[in-house]
């Protein structure tokens, strides 16, 4: 079986209908009114293209069949027809930005295959735009051809009307690739791809310092909604690739997401106070986490008020990054209702990862969370979470680092319930997982259900969570510090050095079928 998730005027994306982690149990063929149109398809989400608009069409996986209508498109825009050349030399930011504000409601802007030389691109509501395969937007290196986004103006009311910001606070940035400032119904689509050159430009050069602004995003939304990426690729961003701000309804389907491994601060994906968001079938290997869901810090946060919430995580593929689903650090608005399920994490430092720390705010409350269904292969530290995360220039104060119990006031973040269930952990280099909590405000309930914890023959030492005075180790089992409630059922540690499961300052266990 097989359900749509995804649908354009050109395109549909399919998933399929199993339990079965990132990857089919068997490859496949797909048919599309009987003509054979993907041959030897390996993962769970698959899209086809070069569609018609509102027409429909019988799609064919194995034995079932079932029929689709695309959407409704009002009109075709070539950008060839606007002056385009796509031969890697000519400056074709103008045509390609004309298309688009030259656009109806509901009609397409038609990219073709070329190089085309640009510079950041803004979206207008209610258009899609579709990169054919072969088409590369390969943006330019020169930083003065990137107009600033003022960090925000302050309304008659003395509200603030948002605009940019940089890890988690209000801040000038140079417009990213793709621009969506307060737009709805916007789709891109097709097989091409968004190439930001870092590497070729000084973005990834003193990367700390703010020269003019801030670096650009690959893709940057701001106060939007419904708003869908599919199929694309998005490589060599400035900064983090994909960050939806203030922003509801989003979708990132079936996308391919690459950076260098060594690139500094490339994050997959990181949608901060938003809601609805889906992020299915993405292929990430990044330079940074692959997704890191955030919420602001202080100020964002206690202004707004606004969490991260409704999140799915679905049918991922992780590779390389720091983290492969990170909550935080950036959290003070608060974080609940995700989801994360039929993920493949690959030699990532650290798996599923939760980082705050004192002075995020009450308001920094992450409650609700759900890890179900994960592979994990070569991740250094499966499973961590960590309430002294020490980045930041006040992260290695006392404030953050002392192990005293400290006042439980308005600086103080809160993490409740987590579950984590059904996964297979091969290949652990330092720990296991790594709780963390504080001793004025511990880790409310961490669940831990059928899972298999191996190492690695020869494993990598390292710090399990970035926080002060951790030592370098391997091979360590399962760690709890200040936590209120752990509960393991049916969990398996082969081959840890030292004390299987640690557990301190923790008030109630339940440990049941589990194999030390």
């Given amino acids: 079986m097989f359900k749509l998730i995804f649908k354009s005027s050109r395109s549909f994306t399919f998933e399929l209908d199993n339990q079965a982690i990132y990857y089919s149990p068997s490859a496949f063929n797909v048919f599309l009114n009987d003509t054979l149109v993907l041959q030897d398809v390996k993962t769970n989400v698959f899209s086809i293209y070069g569609l018609l608009p509102n027409t429909t069409y019988t ?82 290196t020169d930083r003065s051809k990137y107009p600033i986004l003022p960090a925000r103006f302050t309304k008659p009311d003395g509200s603030f009307y948002e605009l940019a910001s940089w890890e988690g606070v209000a801040a000038p940035q140079y417009a990213s690739m793709i621009t969506g400032l307060n737009v709805e119904n ?128 679905r049918n991922c593929m992780m590779k390389y990054g720091h983290g492969a689903v990170v909550l935080g650090s950036e959290m003070s608005g608060g974080m609940k209702d995700i989801e994360v399920s039929q993920c493949y994490f690959l ?53 953050v680092w002392s192990k005293e119990a400290l006042p439980v006031d308005d600086r103080t973040p809160f993490l409740g319930k987590f579950v984590f269930k059904n996964m297979v952990c091969e290949d652990v280099h330092v720990a296991a997982g790594f709780f963390y909590g504080l001793p004025e405000q511990p880790i409310k309930s961490i669940e831990l259900e059928n899972i298999q914890f191996s190492y690695a023959k020869n494993p990598e030492a390292g710090i399990p969570a970035m926080m002060s005075f951790e030592e370098p180790r391997t091979k360590q089992g399962l760690y709890f510090n200040y936590v209120d409630d752990v509960r393991i059922n049916n969990v398996s540690i082969q081959g840890a050095e030292g004390e299987t499961i640690t557990l301190n300052h923790v008030k109630n266990k339940e440990i049941i079928d589990t194999t030390l």
């Fill in 347 to 399: 030699d990532t430092d650290r798996g599923l990862r939760i980082k705050t720390r004192r002075g995020r705010g009450k308001d920094a409350i992450i409650d609700g969370i759900t890890f179900n269904n994960i592979y994990m292969k070569g991740v250094l530290t499966p499973l961590v979470m960590n309430m002294y995360y020490f980045c930041d220039d006040d992260g290695k104060t006392e404030y």
């Fill in 59 to 140: 799609v064919q996986v194995a034995d079932t069949k079932a029929t689709f209508t695309t959407d409704f498109e009002s009109l075709s825009l070539n950008i060839m027809d606007f002056g385009a050349k796509g031969d890697g030399f000519a400056d074709d930011t103008m045509a390609i930005q004309t298309a688009i504000l030259s656009a109806p409601k509901q009609a397409r802007v038609f990219i073709p295959k070329g190089i085309y030389l640009v510079g950041p691109i803004f979206l207008m509501s209610d258009v899609t735009i579709e990169l054919e395969l072969g088409a590369t937007l390969l943006y330019v």
């Fill in 186 to 313: 916007v789709k891109i689509i097709g097989q091409g791809v968004f190439d930001g050159n870092a590497q070729n430009s000084d973005w990834w050069v003193k990367h700390k310092v703010m020269r003019g602004a801030w670096r650009p995003n690959g893709l940057f939304l701001v106060h939007s909604k419904n708003v869908a990426l599919q199929g694309v690729t998005i490589k060599n961003t400035p900064s983090w690739n994909l960050h939806p701000y203030f922003s509801e309804h989003i979708d990132f389907i079936d996308l391919k997401i690459e950076s260098p491994k060594d690139s500094p601060n490339t994050d997959g994906c990181d949608p901060e106070s938003c809601k609805d968001v889906r992020i299915i079938g993405i292929d990430f290997s990044v330079g940074d986490d692959c997704i890191a869901l955030k919420s602001g810090k202080i100020e964002l946060g206690k202004t707004y008020k606004q969490p991260c919430e409704r999140v799915v995580i």
